[in-house]
């Protein structure tokens, strides 16, 4: 489904992201784990079109999506739920929820779409026309989840989906990420919590300075004694 290969990301004359390549295939989740400064978001920006590539490939069903903008990405089936939440926080949470079927044209099925949402998140129902800046951490996290289904994606992209959240709250988004991936959608993560995500998913790459150091399904990367020590507390 998504091919990267030899992807390059500068800034300015950092290399961000250093010749990575990685695969998705339909019906995955797959994860993107290293530390702070990796370039993990920096790669999921890339493929959504937020960051330009110095060099590189980014394919999706077989078509190039290098430098595509990101409404052309979004109608091709990607979908990006960013670190931060970053909902539209003057806009209500109905709002911010049609926004995310923006580049849709199928506007019959919208309001379906959006009683589905609210079925799905029902906090986000209470709460519907109210700014989505005065919601709680939780509940925007809801909201940028249920934003990025709005435009019915393939493919969706989660950077960080339980950072900033309380602990309470953290397994419940990961029970959303779950529930989204058996409901049909591929999902590609990046997560800090590396032993959680390796738990979630059916293949991880891990990133080091931009590059990827280890690849492979899950069970061998955790019992990998260098990833161990380095990432999941010994």
Excluded: W
């Excluded at 939440?85 to 209500?92: D, G, K």
């Excluded at 990025?148 to 988004?173: K, Q, W």
């Amino acid at each position: 489904m998504l091919k990267v290969r030899d992807l390059v990301v500068k800034y300015g004359t950092t290399r961000a992201v250093d010749c990575v390549s990685l695969d998705v295939n339909e019906g995955e989740l797959v994860t993107l784990i290293g530390s702070n400064g990796a370039g993990k978001t920096s790669t999921l920006r890339a493929i959504s079109g937020l960051e330009p590539l110095s060099s590189g490939q980014i394919e999706f069903d077989g078509d190039s999506i290098a430098n595509c903008s990101p409404k052309l990405i979004i109608e091709k089936g990607i979908a990006h739920c960013p670190e931060g939440r970053r909902v539209f926080p003057q806009m209500t949470v109905a709002e911010n929820l049609r926004m995310g079927a923006f580049a849709r044209r199928d506007f019959n099925r919208i309001a379906s779409d959006l009683e589905e949402m609210l079925e799905k998140f029902p906090r986000l129902r209470e709460r519907l026309n109210q700014a989505a800046g005065t919601l709680s951490g939780g509940e925007q996290q809801m909201l940028a989840i249920a934003r990025a289904l709005m435009s019915r994606p393939r493919l969706i992209l989660f950077d960080e989906p339980s950072l900033g959240l309380a602990p309470n709250l953290v397994e419940h988004v990961f029970e959303m990420v779950l529930s989204i991936r058996k409901a049909g959608t591929t999902v590609l993560m990046v997560e800090q919590n590396a032993y959680a995500a390796l738990e979630m998913c059916d293949r991880c790459y891990l990133l080091e300075n931009g590059r990827v150091t280890h690849a492979g399904v899950a069970s061998d990367m955790i019992n990998n004694p260098d990833i161990r020590k380095a990432y999941l507390g010994g």
